[in-house]
C-alpha cells in the first residue's frame, strides 16, 4: 500500500512525455484511477487506450489547458465523481527563440498554459481537497525557473512565475494543518522530444524520462517539498547567491556552457 494507491490522479498533458509515464507509474501503484487532461486528440485516445488494455481505470478529457470555460466545465464534470486526491500540473509548452524575435501570440500562449492554467486548474480542485483535509498538488516547473538562458526568456519567465507561485501555495496549506502538501519539480533537460536540439551542459545531463518520472513518483509518495534533478540543479540557488552575477555568467554560461545550450533548438 502506497500514498498513491486508492487515489483519483488527474495529470494534465498527461497523453504523452512525462506526463504519459506518470500516468502509468501511478496505475502501477494502484491509483484507483488516472484522469488524463491533453489538447492532443490522438495522443490521448492512444494512452487512454493503452492504459485500458491493461485493465486500469482511466478517464481522459479534449482539453485545452489555456481555456477557462474548458478548465470550468471539465473540472465540474470530475468533481461529480468526488475530490481529485493528486493534481500534477504538468502540461507546458515552449517557445524557443532570442526575445526580440518572439511574437506576440507565443508569448501569450506560453503564459497562458505554463502558468495561468496552472493556477486556474489549481483553483478549480483545491477546494474539494481542503474540504476533505487531504489532497497533493504536482507542479512541474524546470530549472529555467531558477536560472537565466537564452533562448527560452518567456519560457523562464513562466516557469519562474510556476516557482514562485508554487512555494507560495504550499506555505499557505502548511498553515491549514492537513494532509495537504504541494511538491514542486525543477528538471533540468529531459529526453522527450520537447527540447529537440539542445545540447546539454557539462554537470547538467539530459535526464532519461523514466529516470525523472521516479523522482517525482517518489517526492509524492515522500511528501517531498521540491524535486531536483540532476543534482546540480540543487546547487543553483547557493552558487547563485554567492557568486557575483559576472562570474555566475562566466561559470554557469560558459563553462558549463548553458548559454549556448539552445543554439541548435528545434523542439518538437
Ligand atoms: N522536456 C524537458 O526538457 C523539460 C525540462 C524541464 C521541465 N519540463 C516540463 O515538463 C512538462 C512536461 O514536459 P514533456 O517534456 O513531457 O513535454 P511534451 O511536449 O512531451 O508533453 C507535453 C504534453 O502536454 C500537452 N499539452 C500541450 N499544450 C497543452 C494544452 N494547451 N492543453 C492541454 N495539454 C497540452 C501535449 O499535448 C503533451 O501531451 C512541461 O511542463 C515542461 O515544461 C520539461
Redesign the pocket.
Known sequence: MTKISKKRVLI??????????MGGACLAKKAIELII????ER??KDTTKEFKIKGYSVSSHL?????LQQIQDTSKLVLQKGPVDILI??????TGKPFHQQNSSAIT?TL???VE?VMQITRAFLPAMIEQKSGHIVN?????GMMSNPNMSV?AG??WAVLGWSESLRIELEALKGDLHVTT???????????DG?KAPLLLP??K?KV?VAAIINGIEKNKLFVRKPFMVNTLTFVKGILPTRAFDWFVGTVLGVYKSMDEFKG?
Open positions: 494534465t498533458g498527461g497523453a504523452s512525455g512525462i506526463g504519459k509515464l487532461w491533453d489538447i492532443n495522443a490521448l482539453v485545452d489547458v489555456s481555456d500540473n504538468n502540461a507546458g509548452i515552449v500562449k497562458a498554459i505554463n492554467g512541474i516547473a524546470s530549472a529555467a519560457y513562466s516557469k519539480v525543477t528538471p533540468g533537460y529531459i529526453d522527450t522530444g520537447m527540447f539542445v539530459l535526464l524520462p525523472i518538437h
